[in-house]
């Protein structure tokens, strides 16, 4: 029997005076309210009312008791009233983790458009690349790119993430435009660190071979640092559109072998429990999904050979 139920019974028919009138106001029997009170005086060894066929009235140890238990019900009321607010109108901290180069560049408008439809949620966003374990950092949402592998998360599919290979119109000039995927194994490649874009390498398998003996090899963890490389005529790179759309619109980087681009992997939104969710974290599921658009505005300018314009 639960002690709030027993103490809650207590509270109402000392403070109306009968048990039927409590019965009433509490919509149970009267037999049940009178069980409730009996059981609570058994727990706590004392008799807390008198009864007559007619009346009830507080003991002693009663008029103490009542003093008390209003207080508790009156704070559990109001913290159950706080939390329902909370699923009615979103509030508190929204913890995301993103990745870099993402977040960077398409994340300040969504945070913002996001805030502006619910006001009352503060948004901390942490840039990180590693996978950040949800539950033990205490994120409510994780953004991640790739095939996602299964786990007890949910994931919530957002958007295609294009790859596509790329150098700038210097360096194929000076070492010539790859034809076919074989003419791979005559260029630089900028490596990316992190095994989810290495995995798409499969479809150039020149591009995973290492060439110690000539050396000068650039690795990075980070896609804007070997885009910006390419740029200035360090070499091939694979990089998501999302980073290197601009680059290409502007003609500073040019497609190399598009007729080969890997099939796209995804951007997905992944959170730890789907029952009881709270209503910020529901409320930003639905917000992002659909939000940059079918396709993602950022292979637009690729698309149309047009200059990027925001959202």
Known sequence: MDRIDTMRAFVTVATEGSF????????????????????????LGVRLLNRTTRSVALTEAGT????????????????????????????????????????????????????????????????????????????????????????????????????ILCASPEYLKQHGTPRRPEDLKDHRYLHYSYMEMEGKEETYPWLKAKNSERGGEFHSNNGDVLVDAAIIGAGLVLQPTFIASEAISSGK???????????????????????????????????????????????????????????
Not at 34 to 40: C, F, Q, R, T
Not at 259 to 285: S, T
Request: glycine share 4%; hydrophobic share 40%.
């Open 20 to 43: 039927s009138n409590a019965a009433t106001t509490l919509q149970l029997s009267p037999q049940l309210v009178s069980k409730y009170v009996s059981k609570l005086e058994e727990r």
């Open 64 to 163: 103490h008791y009542l003093q008390h238990a209003q207080q508790i019900l009156l704070s559990i009321d109001e913290m159950d009233s706080q939390l329902g607010g909370l699923q009615q109108n979103p509030k508190g901290t929204l913890k995301i983790s993103a990745p870099v180069s993402f977040a960077l560049k398409h994340m300040a408008r969504l945070v913002t458009d996001f805030q502006s439809h619910y006001p009352l949620v503060n948004v901390d966003l942490q840039l990180n690349d590693r996978k950040v374990d949800i539950v033990d950092e205490g994120f409510d949402v994780a953004l991640r790119i790739g095939h996602l592998k299964s786990s007890s998360l949910i994931a919530k599919y957002v958007a295609p993430i294009r790859l």
């Open 253 to 311: 980087l040019i497609m190399v072998l598009p007729e080969c681009e890997p099939d796209p992997v995804g951007l997905y939104a992944v959170y730890a429990h789907r029952k009881l969710l709270p209503n910020k974290v529901r409320c930003f599921i639905d917000f992002i999904e659909g939000y940059y658009g079918t396709p993602p505005y950022w292979d637009k300018p690729i698309m149309n050979n047009q200059p990027h314009t925001a959202l």
